[in-house]
């Protein structure tokens, strides 16, 4: 009796370590943005935009016996739950057929209400847990937390950019765009990116893109010389939130590309007399020795 | 017991000794030097284009003398009481940019545009360095005089990569190359092993490193090709200053 005893002691911890075996990776796209692990405000508002999950379970399941996987999602705070009772899942159970499994076809918006996101219009970015729940037979007793995974709602919308300047190029026009101030809607995110329009401000033809690029100088390129532009300049989150559209800049000199002459093609409009090239003078030659030498010495050190 | 406590007394200090080993005050073996230098640097490619009313370098980048940083590495090939004579190779880096410029039909100029000028400069040199003041009389002082050959290796570049000119005969001038000319240098170094002789000793020990100077010199250059009619002048006009450090070991 006292020998049996003992024996389940010891296998007791085992069976716990079993229950609390360290849960797998999951993974969620939404489709309509392309990044994954983000959702904007629009896909977050969306009653039709899906997101594929990706999951990586730390259990094997069987199909025969009708195992099935809960898709859960939670706060930051909270986290997973993992033991009780097993949360409603965002959407129906899925038959679990693998220990990695596509799951397609998950309502984003089911996934903040689950998650307690609260509004999607706010200016904050909310982080929140994906969780992944195993129910042996489809059942929800000895049901076990699989895999999580983190996902954020990136609800921030950037705030509108400056344009401080423009830089007019042969062909091109290099805009030094600002991020804007942060407003009650309009706040600082993280990966902002800029995009700047020129268009042209009389006689038609196609407005230019230039970027995505970071905050700095972004190159509207490829367009027509002697052409006056007006220039504006946008800001996207890495999710996709675009900001409000900046000021108009131009038609104006800065904003009319021409072919400028760089130094060099100064230098010999005005005839200056250095031909380039390596074999200026007849020294020109001596410019290799110069740097065998240099590595004669240093092997020579270390000879 | 006593003993005991003496063996135990020795193993204690064994790691010790280890890890402060006594510095010895006999130098270690010279074998050449090492400096690295800054100098406010500008070309005089406008001395080409003394009556243009806009001279293309001014026009380009301004007045602004942009630094060049240089290092050197020399071999010491004569050394005694009285000075060092250092043969050295050495190498560097300057750039400076600006905008380009598109004159209209009425003669009105606009500015615009990227464009650069990049320099690498390469020298042989040979310099004899005055060691006497301090290895006699302990004044930390070490006047030195330096002549180089130098190969200022240059690159322009403007909004498309490397600068092209094409002549109204066609033929075609890329924005690169390379120019040979001379310098001379005349210079004062602070020698700061004066300073503090035990961390001078413990540089010895530790890098080998036999004197650190601060120096201070002057120098004259001219690099278009030796006097080529068909070479720009990237020697600066002036007597450029340079300060830096100095490693002998």
Known sequence: MLRRATLLLCLLPGAALAQIATPGTTSALVTTQGTTGLANQAECVSTTSTSTWTVASSVTPVIVNGDRYRLGAATQTTGCTTSGTVPAGISQDVTATGATQVIQ?????????????????????????????????????????????????????????????????????????????????????????????????????????????????????????????????????????????????????????????????????????EQGGCSTGSAGALAPALVLLGLLAVRRRRS | MKKALFALALVLALPAAAQSPVVVSKESPRWGSFQVSVSPFSPNIDSEFTNAASPPYATAFGTSRPLMVQGIFSKSVWITEVGTLDVGFGAGYWQVSGQGQFTDSSGVVQRGGSTSL?????????????????????????????????????????????SSWTSATGTTYRGNGATFGLSGTLGLALVLDAFDTGMSRQMDYDLGINRSMLFFDFTKSSVNDFGSQKSWQ??????????GLLFVY
């Open chain 1, 105 to 273: 076809g998950v309502f984003v918006s089911a996934m903040a209400t689950t998650a307690s996101v609260g509004s999607c219009t706010q200016a904050n970015d909310v982080p929140v847990v994906l969780c992944v729940y195993y129910l042996p037979g489809g059942a929800t007793t000895n049901w076990q937390l699989v895999s999580q995974g983190t996902f954020v709602f990136q609800l921030a919308i950037p705030p509108r950019p400056t344009i401080n300047g423009v830089t007019p190029g042969d062909s091109q026009l290099s805009v030094s765009v600002a991020a804007g101030t942060a407003t009650a809607t309009e706040t600082a995110t993280r990966s902002v990116t800029y995009r700047v329009t020129c268009t042209p401000s009389a006689g038609g033809g196609a407005p230019s893109t230039g970027g995505p690029s970071n905050v700095g100088r972004v190159i509207c390129a490829g367009l027509t010389n002697s052409t006056p532009y007006t220039v504006t300049a946008q800001a996207s989150s890495q999710a996709g939130n675009s900001s409000a559209v900046s000021d108009v800049t131009g038609p104006n000199a800065s904003t009319t590309p021409l072919p400028f002459l760089d130094f060099w093609q100064v230098y010999k409009d005005q005839g200056g007399v």
């Open chain 2, 118 to 162: 990049m320099i690498i400069p390469l020298q042989i040199a040979v310099a004899y360095r005055f060691d006497w003041f301090y290895e006699r009389f302990d004044v930390p002082l070490a006047p030195y005089f330096r002549g180089a050959l130098v190969d200022y290796v240059w690159n322009t570049s403007g909004q498309g990569g490397v």
């Open chain 2, 234 to 243: 990237l020697a600066p006009s002036y007597w450029a200053w340079s300060a």
